[in-house]
């Protein structure tokens, strides 16, 4: 292939990588605005300026661009949650420091992960992405204590108190969600 043709090759794909982002954050914008059930390829053209049909270009069907949106936010916390892994200081306090951003600057985004995975109960194609965040939630627990029972429990706790903190029924307190996170992993006597 010669320079320009590559160049012209490599332009298309570059453009189409932009479109297709715009694309999704239309389709974001759309879960935020309008919940799940406000997603059409016709109420994601309308906000990306765009036309039905090029939308569906990009995305053959509504789940395809159903996961690519949820994809993305997936995306986002499998890279907090790394680095919280990652990070030598105290795991739960920042899980707890994720958890809380849901109830302030992070709302946006964990209300439209929440619609998404709440979604994927009758939409089976997002249910591997939305599977993603217990699965890395379980991962960082593993890594703050072996007992299979502590790790499930933690994950259950994270998920609660996420969704709590997104209808506003608990304290957005990062403490208070410390502790409960720190009580999940602790040993209960038998009953």
């Known amino acids: 292939m010669q320079g320009d043709e590559k160049e012209n090759v ?16 239309a389709t974001l914008a759309v879960v935020t605005r309008d919940g799940a059930a406000g997603v059409t390829h016709r ?4 906000q990306a300026g765009i ?5 569906t270009y990009y995305f053959a069907t509504l789940d395809d661009l159903l996961v ?14 790394r680095q919280i892994i990652d990070d030598p200081g105290d795991r739960l306090r920042a899980l707890a420091e994720l958890i809380v951003e849901s109830g302030g600057p992070g709302r946006e985004r964990a209300l439209v992960e929440r619609e998404l995975c709440t979604l994927a109960a009758r939409r089976p ?12 939630m379980a ?5 703050l204590t072996t007992d299979e029972e502590a790790i499930a429990e933690l994950v259950a706790v994270a998920d609660g108190l996420c969704t709590a903190i997104l209808i506003d029924n ?3 307190d990062t403490d208070y969600v410390h502790a409960l996170l720190l009580r999940a ?7």
């Open 10 to 25: 490599d332009g298309r794909k570059a453009r189409g990588n932009r479109r297709r982002t715009e694309i999704i954050e």
């Open 43 to 46: 109420t994601v053209a309308k």
């Open 51 to 55: 036309t039905t049909s090029l939308s």
């Open 68 to 81: 690519a949106a949820l994809t993305s936010v997936v995306d986002i916390y499998t890279e907090r949650i």
């Open 125 to 136: 194609a997002l249910a591997p992405v939305a599977r993603r965040w217990r699965s890395d």
């Open 139 to 143: 991962e960082l627990a593993a890594t």
């Open 170 to 172: 608990i304290r957005a």
């Open 185 to 191: 992993l602790r040993p209960h006597d038998a009953a």
